[in-house]
Every structure is written in structure tokens, then in C-alpha cells.
């Protein structure tokens, strides 16, 4: 299209400039037949002259005076080679008129091809337009039945490295763990991976990228962290400054995939809450106020709280910076620093298509629960204790959802417990979850990382059905 449109600015310079230079010959074409009229008066006026001796006396003698043979030679030479000259323009102005005319045709021809071509082109892009689109949906579609036939819920479990004590646990393999059983035998648990002491963060948000493209995608996600107090799940979701977790490390993935489609726009929105007794408050403000739960049909919204626009990650250290300083930890026997709420961090992606014009909006709900314990083990009292009991009623809450979507019971439990409720819209048959469950290798442990590990066994069990996105066309 570029090339075609060149060669007809080309073509228009070039009949530019023969209309020029055909202005001029015809100038000097008119210049010469009135220099040749002249010339030829002249003639006419040498051979017309009077017979009379008087007069031929006078101009004979003014012949020999101003006008002589050469002269008249000369004037004749003129006059024939202006004659041949006048020829030569004529010719030489046909010529032009000749070629501008051709290239007027040439012009014609050109835009007559480059509109067609526009036409084609026109058709041939709306063509691609749609074929993009019909591609992008079906890439969508088989990256999201890849992951169904995975599980939408995909469960991680983590084991928390403690030199301090010798492990009672036994990775058999990448998908298997061994623990002692109350009985005295061993007992297996499987999983979608089991990290042993050795991984990294890198390595444990590795599995969980697919599901951050998914959020890009218009999904909605939600990443748990289960387990005892102390068992790492803090570590693993917020990490540290040098190792930061899973939380730091999905904004970073999601900033990475914005910026590197060409073909959308998006925007990225983050709010952060804590689950405190029962209380739903904001992180992200200094107001210390209770927050209702708003639902409308599906969707679950927390009124008044906080969402603040990201573009980089500056902007998410130091909003994550803000809220855990906000956030409830107390001291109990089991851990120094506590989680005493359940912290979820959530982040909405808007997104459309600069060629389809297509628009999605995915969330991303990444939840650090408080820890599960026993009173009997954390020695807990008054405000510890009232924390407690608000958690475990909570998780047990959790647990029930878990355990009626696992039967398809027809009423889900969600409005037991606001973690559950906030939750609904990332565990509802739209969705997609990954749970990691934290244990500890210590043997006066064992009770609870049992129980932590048949939770898992038992959230690994559930199937949403298929996902799907929150396109909007």
C-alpha cells in the first residue's frame, strides 16, 4: 500500500513538471512565430518595393546603405532556421502534450488500482479482525480446558524447612507425601505438587503462572494459603524483601503481561482487607471502620473500601507495605509474630481488545488465612483466645463449603463466616482456585499437619465445572 502510494505521488510531481516546461515552449514557441512574422514583413517588403527610377534611385541607395546582399542572406538563413526551429517545437510540444496525456492515463490507472486495492485491503483486514478474534477465543478456550483437566482447584503443598527439628515427614515423590499416622503406620497424601524443605519461592510460584494468565484472560482466581500457626503460609503468600512471595510475584507476572500485549489495554486496580473477628477492615486507609458485604447476583463487593490504580511496582510495595502494617499479628506459644485475621489481597484487571473490541474484566484474590490451632497447644486467653475461636469458626466454615461442593450439594454455605461469603465469586463453578497447605515437619506438630494435610486431600477432591470469562462484548 505504501509502494502504490509513492508511485502516485511520483506520478503527480512528474505531470507537474511537463505542465511547467509546456508553458514554456508555448512561450517561446509565440516568441519565435512573432519574430518569424517579422521577418517574413520584411521579405515581402524588400520584394514589393515601388519601380519608379526616382524611388528605386532612393532605395537602391538606401539598400546599399542599411540593407546588403549578406544582410538579406542572413536575414533569409534566419528566417529558415526559425522555420526549422518553430518544427522542432511543435514536435517537441506534441511530444509532451503526448506523454503528459499518458501520464494522466498512468495516473488514472494507479488511483482506479490503489482504490480497489483499498477496497481489498479493507476486506482483507476485517477478515483478519475477525479470524484474530475467533483465534484468540479459541486459544482461550483450550488453555482454560487444559487447566479444567487439571482441576479447578489445584492443591500445593508446601513443607517448611526447620533445621531445628529432625522431619517426620517424607516427600515419596513430586505428587506424594508420607506422614506418621495416629496409629503408628504411615499414611500418604497426594497432591497437584508437593515442595519439599529445599524449594524456593521461585519454584513454588512457578505453578501458579498459568493461573495468572488466566486472570488476564478475565477470569476470576483465587490463591489460599492453609495451615497451622507458624507452618509458613505468611512466608510463602507475602514472603520478604530478597524472597518475595506469591502475592509480590502474580502483580509482578500480571504487570508483565500487560505491558507486553500489544494488541490490549488494561488497568489494574488492587484493595486489601483483613478478616479481624469477623470484621471485615480496610488496610489501605487509616480508618478503623467495619465494612458491610454487598451482593448482587453473583458478584460480591465490599462497600467503601479502598481500590487504588497500579502501573508499576513501586506502586504495589509500598500499597503491600501499608497493609501489613495495618494488619492484626499477636504473640501466642506457637509462633511470636501470629497472624490473627486472614489477609486478602485482590486485585481487578479490565482489559480490551484494541482489534476486536472485546472487553474482560479478571480478579485476582490472593488470601493469607489466619493460622489453624489448637488453645490447648497456643495457650491462649481472653483477646488471644476470642481471636481464636473467630479463626477456627471460620476455617471450619471454609471446610464446609469445601465439603458441600464436593457433594454437589444444591445450598453452599458461603454466608457462614465472611471469609467464606468474600470468597464465593473465586470458589463458584466460574472460577478457578489454588490452595497451598503449609506443614511442619515436627513431630509434636503431627496432629495438626494431619489435619492440614486431609484438608487439602479433601478441597483436591472438588470440581467446579468448566470456567468461564467475564468477557463483555
Not at 514589393?48 to 527610377?53: A, G, Q
Request: hydrophobic content about 35%; some cysteine.
Amino acid at each position: 500500500m505504501i509502494k502504490r502510494e509513492k508511485k502516485a505521488e511520483k506520478l503527480r510531481h512528474e505531470k507537474e513538471s511537463l505542465t511547467e516546461q509546456n508553458a514554456k515552449l508555448k512561450e517561446k514557441v509565440s516568441f519565435l512565430e512573432l519574430e518569424a512574422c517579422d521577418v517574413k514583413h520584411r521579405i515581402n517588403a524588400l520584394k514589393n518595393r515601388p519601380v519608379t527610377p526616382k524611388v528605386v534611385k532612393e532605395i537602391e541607395t538606401v539598400v546599399v546603405e542599411k540593407v546588403s546582399p549578406l544582410a538579406i542572406m542572413a536575414t533569409a538563413g534566419s528566417a529558415k532556421r526559425v522555420g526549422k526551429s518553430f518544427h522542432w517545437l511543435r514536435q517537441i510540444t506534441q511530444g509532451g502534450f503526448s506523454d503528459i496525456g499518458d501520464t494522466f492515463t498512468e495516473v488514472r490507472n494507479a488511483l482506479n488500482l490503489i482504490a480497489k486495492m483499498s477496497l481489498t485491503q479493507a476486506k482483507e483486514a476485517s477478515d483478519l479482525s475477525a479470524l484474530y478474534r475467533r483465534e484468540s477465543i479459541e486459544r482461550k478456550l483450550l488453555y482454560n480446558q487444559l487447566q479444567e483437566i487439571r482441576g479447578n482447584i489445584r492443591v500445593f503443598c508446601r513443607l517448611r524447612p526447620d533445621s531445628s527439628v529432625s522431619s517426620c515427614l517424607r516427600c515419596l515423590s513430586e505428587e506424594e507425601i508420607e506422614a506418621p499416622s495416629s496409629n503408628g503406620n504411615r499414611k500418604s497424601f497426594r497432591f497437584d505438587k508437593v515442595y519439599d524443605s529445599n524449594a524456593n519461592q521461585e519454584e513454588v510460584f512457578e505453578d501458579t503462572i498459568p493461573l495468572i494468565r488466566s486472570c488476564a484472560d478475565g477470569y476470576n482466581i483465587a490463591i489460599l494459603a492453609y495451615g497451622q500457626t507458624g507452618s509458613g503460609k505468611t512466608y510463602t503468600m507475602m514472603g520478604t524483601s530478597q524472597h518475595p512471595g506469591v502475592n509480590i510475584r502474580s502483580i509482578q507476572e500480571l504487570l508483565r503481561l500487560c505491558k507486553s500485549c500489544k494488541t490490549c489495554t488494561y488497568k489494574l486496580t488492587v484493595s486489601m482487607l483483613e478478616i479481624y473477628n469477623e470484621t471485615i477492615l480496610d488496610l489501605l486507609t487509616d480508618r478503623n471502620t467495619p465494612l458491610d458485604i454487598r451482593t448482587q447476583g453473583k458478584k460480591v463487593t465490599v462497600q467503601g473500601l479502598t481500590e487504588i490504580e497500579i502501573e508499576k511496582m513501586d506502586d504495589v510495595i509500598k500499597i503491600m507495605k501499608t497493609g501489613e502494617k495495618n494488619r492484626a499479628v499477636a504473640a501466642t506459644k506457637m509462633n511470636s509474630s501470629s497472624s490473627r485475621s486472614h489477609l486478602l489481597l485482590k486485585l481487578t484487571v479490565q482489559s480490551e481488545d484494541k482489534i476486536s473490541g472485546q472487553r474482560s474484566i479478571g480478579t485476582l484474590t490472593l488470601v493469607d488465612l489466619a493460622g489453624s490451632e489448637r488453645v490447648s497447644k497456643s495457650e491462649a486467653s481472653g483477646q488471644r483466645l476470642t481471636e481464636a475461636a473467630a479463626i477456627n469458626k471460620s476455617l471450619s466454615a471454609l471446610g464446609q463449603v469445601f465439603t458441600a461442593l464436593i457433594t454437589n450439594q444444591l445450598h453452599i454455605p458461603y454466608r457462614n463466616s465472611k471469609l467464606t461469603h468474600l470468597l464465593q465469586p473465586s470458589l463458584g463453578g466460574d472460577a478457578k482456585a489454588c490452595l497451598f497447605v503449609n506443614i511442619s515437619p515436627d513431630l509434636n506438630n503431627i496432629s495438626e499437619t494431619l489435619s492440614t494435610l486431609q484438608f487439602g486431600s479433601q478441597a483436591r477432591q472438588i470440581q467446579l465445572g468448566k470456567t468461564t470469562s467475564s468477557a463483555i462484548n
